[in-house]
């Protein structure tokens, strides 16, 4: 077969990791078929089989296949359960997930490939447009994930697939994190969200998700937050509990309310009660722009400008808006509640805790200065230094790119793939492994482009605790830890984004033989594909 355009790569054994392995499978590779097939894309499909179970058949007669495979060749790659035993944790860990997409990657003769699993269903609209041959080499290509109920019609036409996943949403994982949704997609509170979900108000684009601070609940925005409000009352209040975040470049944050063509600024300093009379907005939508926002937390990617603590609707009108302090209490109060924060995450959050601390740009100047002095003998031994020009030199910022949910969806140019060396071959569970690829590709010269709407990967749920999800996150952590596995934490992916970020060029994890290709594995392919 000449060449294709696109490799789509996935590893996977037959033991039903996650339940209804097969059934799942066998969704994604009906869908890409019957998507080349359609839109005519010249394809293969490399499907890594590593570590066969004994006992069970093979992938390939495992599935069912098409007598008219149409541009799509299938090929499939064993890996023995002789070179799997390599490995230090193979007792545990019967499928290393990156290093048999590396084994797929190695072998693909695509111009671009794309590493995704076994369990995803593609959008018409997506597959249109690989199919306009138009990807750009100096590209990395990303896309949200929408998680779909596992009842999709095994029976039912490709199009018939598509509306259920479209129809049937639990969770959508964007770049700014994972959020619950509605069965047709839209947004809907969480259990333990900053507003109540009868409240009638339903955060849009630009909030994250929500989190706990000791008992209080809380919301991160960026420098533009959308809010929509379920009310026909028009004499009701929008009524806010509100602090700058850690973004603002200075001790006030200059917030603008903006509705239609009715605005309002404001100056926040600090924790406030905001008041907004709902007769201000011209229709449900309500818009909050932080401007001047654009400091990150450190070494956390995002810019986060403004924490909303609670959000609710008041029956009784307001003459125009409001911004009243929290009273002398609120400080101490804070202070106890972020300690009660920090020992929460500790204490629940699994191996693996992301904080997120804000910190005044005077605090941040003393802590800089503290740290690059080497500490209290540093200073001492060396006399205190001004805080100006404390960063090393070229330091910067990490780009916020979108990580989350990128082992479906990650494609690329071969070339670059190959200039890579592919994903980390650590002998560790594989979590997080791609989002480190992501970076060096990021910095590596295939900037991170984003594939929006009505573009979409479905991904079929599974078993809770067999792969990361919010609700199953502590699940799946004990699991990794009852298996004496360990995996790349979060601070260290971020730590090595940096050190990239800083000098503008991507970090290289394997060898020249990455891959597996040091040795020959046994190759089947399916049917003959049909030339383009």
């Not at 600024?265 to 009660?273: A, H, M, Q, T, Y």
């Not at 793939?417 to 590709?441: H, K, T």
Request: with cysteine.
């Amino acid at each position: 077969m000449q060449n294709p355009y696109l490799s789509l790569v996935v590893t996977a054994r037959n033991d039903d990791h996650g339940g209804n392995l097969l059934g799942r499978m066998q969704l994604f590779t009906d869908g890409w078929i019957a998507q080349a097939r359609r839109y005519r894309i010249p394809s293969e499909l490399i499907i890594v089989e590593w570590n066969p179970p004994d006992g069970r058949p093979a992938l390939k007669d495992a599935l069912r296949w098409p007598e008219d495979l149409g541009p799509c060749e299938v090929r499939f790659v064993e890996v023995p359960p002789e070179l799997h035993r390599r490995y230090a944790h193979a007792e545990a860990l019967p499928l290393y997930q990156m290093i048999g997409k590396n084994v797929g990657i190695r072998r693909a003769r695509g111009e671009f490939i794309l590493a995704t699993n076994i369990d995803i269903l593609f959008s018409n609209e997506l597959a249109e447009f690989l199919a306009r041959r138009q990807l750009d080499p100096k590209r990395m290509y990303r896309i949200d994930r929408h998680d779909a109920m596992s009842d999709v019609p095994a029976g039912g036409s490709l199009d018939e697939q598509l509306e259920y996943c479209r129809t049937h949403l639990i969770r959508i994982n964007r770049r700014e994190g994972t959020f619950s949704t509605a069965p047709d997609g839209s947004a809907v509170l969480h259990s333990s969200d900053v507003a109540d979900v009868d409240s009638g108000i339903v955060f849009g684009p630009g909030w994250l998700p929500p989190e706990r601070l000791g008992r209080s609940r809380f919301r991160w925005a960026f420098d533009r937050a959308e809010l929509v409000v379920n009310d026909n009352q028009p004499g009701s209040t929008l009524v806010f509990d509100i602090e700058p975040g850690p973004g603002v470049g200075g001790p006030v944050l200059d917030l603008e309310i903006v509705s239609g063509n009715a605005s309002r600024r404001i100056s926040l300093r600090r924790r406030s009660r905001l008041r907004i009379p709902r007769a201000m907005f011209a229709d449900s939508r309500l818009v909050f722009r932080s401007n001047g926002c654009r400091t990150p937390a450190g070494a956390d990617p995002r810019v986060l400008c403004l924490r909303v603590f609670h959000a609710r609707l008041d029956r009784k009108p307001t003459a125009g808006v409001k911004l009243k302090p929290i009273g002398p209490i609120g400080r101490a109060a804070n202070a106890w509640r972020a300690f009660q924060y920090l020992v929460t995450k500790l204490a629940h959050g699994g191996p693996l805790v992301p904080v997120t601390i804000p910190v005044s740009p005077r605090m941040a100047r003393l802590l800089r200065m503290y740290v690059n002095a080497g500490g209290v003998t540093g200073m001492l031994r060396h006399g205190v230094r001004t805080a100006t020009g404390m960063s090393p030199p070229g330091a910067g910022g990490i780009d916020f790119i979108h990580c989350n949910g990128c082992g479906d969806f990650t494609l690329l140019a071969r070339e670059k793939w190959f200039d890579l060396r592919g994903y980390p071959e650590f002998d560790v569970f594989s979590m997080n492994l791609d989002s480190i690829f992501c970076f060096a590709a990021h910095y590596g010269g295939a900037r991170e482009e984003t594939l929006l709407e009505p573009m979409r990967i479905y991904h079929i749920e599974h078993g809770t605790g067999s792969g990361w999800t919010p609700e199953g996150q502590s699940q799946l952590f004990d699991r990794i830890a009852a298996k004496g596995l360990t995996f790349v934490a979060n601070d260290e992916v971020l730590a090595w984004a940096a050190q990239m970020a800083r000098l503008q060029s991507p970090m290289i994890f394997n060898h020249e033989n990455w891959g597996l290709s040091d040795f020959a594995l046994r190759e089947t392919v399916v049917g003959t594909p049909v030339k383009v």
